[in-house]
């Protein structure tokens, strides 16, 4: 699943607006099979832990800046894709069904300082 595409979509939809203070963009409201939901689940956690990845990656690379704050988000979202991996697993021997509902809410803030 490439969630990339409709995050920077969606993004983009919003963003675009004359001023912008405070939205929410609805990413999945739906009800999926277990092993559906486990695939839809560890790939958006994969998009943001390569993400993460990304922005070290070039952190590093440009002014070797400190990343241990987004490195500390990795092991946490690996944690979290851990633990939700293996409860999803077990349900995909049931016949339950799973809702998933992600909201992305993004509120302006101050102004980064200029370089």
Known sequence: MKS???????LRKHLNAD??????????????????????IISLLNEKIKFLNHQ??????????????LEQRVKELKAEKERLQQSLEKLEQTNHMVEINCDI????????PSS
């Open 4 to 10: 990339n595409g409709l995050i920077s979509s969606l």
């Open 56 to 69: 070290i990656f070039s952190n590093q690379e440009r002014s070797g800046n400190v990343t241990s704050h």
């Open 105 to 112: 809410n993004i509120r302006v803030l101050a102004e980064e």
């Open 19 to 40: 001023v912008m203070e405070q939205e929410q963009v609805k990413l999945i409201d739906s009800c999926y099979p277990a092993q559906k939901a486990r695939e839809v």
